[in-house]
């Protein structure tokens, strides 16, 4: 079976990632196919747009193959992840800065790695179906693929919550919070793909999508936005955690404040420290690019490993992160995990 088909369809590249019982999830060949396809794409006069999309319902894409970026770990070398975030990032950031109108058709499951090939997409067009996530802080890495860049879409407390706790956000949200573009019945996604392909100007995508557009279902945690600020707005990751410890008498507070307790303390800090302390990137391919050097250090810690077998190995949901919570973690530390000396970069 071939995890990703590439067809062109009218004036539309169409990219359909077709690994369903892996809920998509992207292996390096898969992302090189889609680098390959775009590096073709970009050059194609006939092509004025590109669509990418999802064969199943069940999910857009569940994340980078990280049981892959584990295994080149363990068979290949200490810095063997290095092989999977050169080709994973590498075709983020073509997709980032693509010339042409790129539309992201997202049904299902768009965690991770997915959610930033939605989202560096210039329109994430999603249903009402959609749970969305940076789920990384389970598995001892950080919200990735840019997401220190695209989150900000958002309020910032907002995107500190979901990179921090990696909790999962319908579609009422996404759209109350921009963090997508648009709502459409997943019904009605084959006859919008139709109509795009059709579409031989960036107007003409811009009005094909409109004419598609839905109000989205009721959002759930928007009306909590003061709550959340409340909580991630604090000045230290310490008060963070007393913050959402005192909001638990709510649902999504005692959410947050486990989220917080369980989830890898370095990758909870990694991300808190890349938004509070770190430049702002001003474009998403220098979100990405610092993201690689961040990944090379973090995937040679041992919590990245640990984070992978707890969660989708062993499925024991019981990692021994080290060090092992919050308040063991240090500025002096998170500013070592910061510091990129002797790291090459993302290859161009
Ligand atoms: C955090 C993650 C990922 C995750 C779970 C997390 C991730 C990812 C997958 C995943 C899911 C289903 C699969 C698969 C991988 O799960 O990035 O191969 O079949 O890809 O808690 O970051």
Redesign the pocket.
């Known amino acids: 079976m071939t995890h990703l088909i590439l067809s062109q369809d009218g004036h539309a590249g169409v990219m359909t990632l077709n690994r369903p019982e ?2 998509n ?1 992207l292996s390096i060949e898969m992302v090189q196919k889609m680098s390959e396809a775009l590096d073709k794409w970009r050059d194609d006069e006939a092509i004025k747009l590109v669509i990418i999309r999802s064969s199943s319902e069940r999910a857009f894409c ?6 892959e970026a584990v295994s080149l770990i363990k068979e290949v070398s200490d810095d063997g992840a290095r092989a999977y975030f050169t080709a994973e990032y590498g075709f983020d950031r073509r997709l980032a800065t693509f010339p042409k109108p790129v539309v992201a058709l997202v049904d299902g499951v768009v ?3 997915g959610f930033g090939v939605a989202r560096l997409a210039d329109f994430m067009v999603i249903s009402s179906q959609i749970k969305m996530a940076m ?2 802080t ?2 001892g ?1 950080f919200p990735d693929v840019g997401a220190s860049y695209f989150l900000r879409r958002a309020p910032f407390a907002v995107a500190l919550m979901m990179g921090m706790t ?1 909790t999962i956000v319908g579609a009422g949200d996404a759209c109350a919070w921009h963090l997508a573009d648009m709502h459409c019945n997943a019904d009605h996604f084959d006859a919008l793909a139709r109509a795009l392909s059709q579409a031989e100007t960036d107007e003409q995508v811009r009005t094909t999508l409109s004419a598609y557009e839905s109000a989205p279902p009721p959002a759930e945690m928007a009306h909590k936005l003061g709550l959340i600020e409340d909580i991630f707005n604090q000045d230290s990751l310490q008060n963070i955690c007393d913050a959402a410890r005192r909001a638990q008498d709510d649902s999504h507070g005692a959410n947050w404040a486990a989220a917080l307790e369980e989830r890898c303390p370095s990758s909870i800090g990694a991300f808190w420290y890349m938004m509070r302390h770190l430049d702002v990137p001003q474009t998403a391919a220098q979100a990405i690019e610092r993201d690689f050097f961040l990944a090379c250090k973090m995937t040679a810690r041992p919590d990245f490993v640990e984070g992978v077998r707890a ?2 190995l062993d499925k024991d949901n019981q990692p021994h992160w080290s060090p092992r919570a919050i308040s063991e973690i240090t500025d002096e530390g998170l500013a070592d995990l910061f510091d990129f000396a002797g790291i090459t970069p993302l290859p161009e």
Request: overall charge negative; glycine content about 24%.
């Open positions: 892996a809920l999830a569940a994340g980078g193959d990280v049981r965690m991770g790695g789920p990384e389970a598995i890495l990696g969660v989708l």
